[in-house]
């Protein structure tokens, strides 16, 4: 997604964090400001979330880690 800015605004841009996505989309997500144009584009990379949450059982962390990135959680 892209979304222009308008110059005499201000914004507060916050996508979240890695893992724990609160919209049911388990990608991760970043953004890119280009300072040129005065866009933001918001960015979503799939990764395997069910293999990060498998390494988080392995090294003995809390289960609801796990759950948290995963759409068992999100559903």
């Known amino acids: ?13 916050c996508v979240g964090s ?19 144009k005065n866009q933001i584009f918001i960015r979503r990379v799939e990764y395997d979330y069910k293999k ?3 390494e988080i059982i392995k090294h003995g962390l809390p289960e609801i880690f796990a ?5 068992e959680f999100l559903l």
């Open 67 to 71: 759950k948290l990135l995963t759409k």
């Open 18 to 36: 890695v893992g724990q996505p609160k919209e049911k989309d388990p990608r991760l997500t970043y953004v890119i400001h280009d300072l040129e």
């Open 52 to 54: 990060a949450a498998e």
């Open 1 to 13: 997604d892209t979304y222009s800015l308008k110059e005499d605004e201000q914004y507060l841009i």
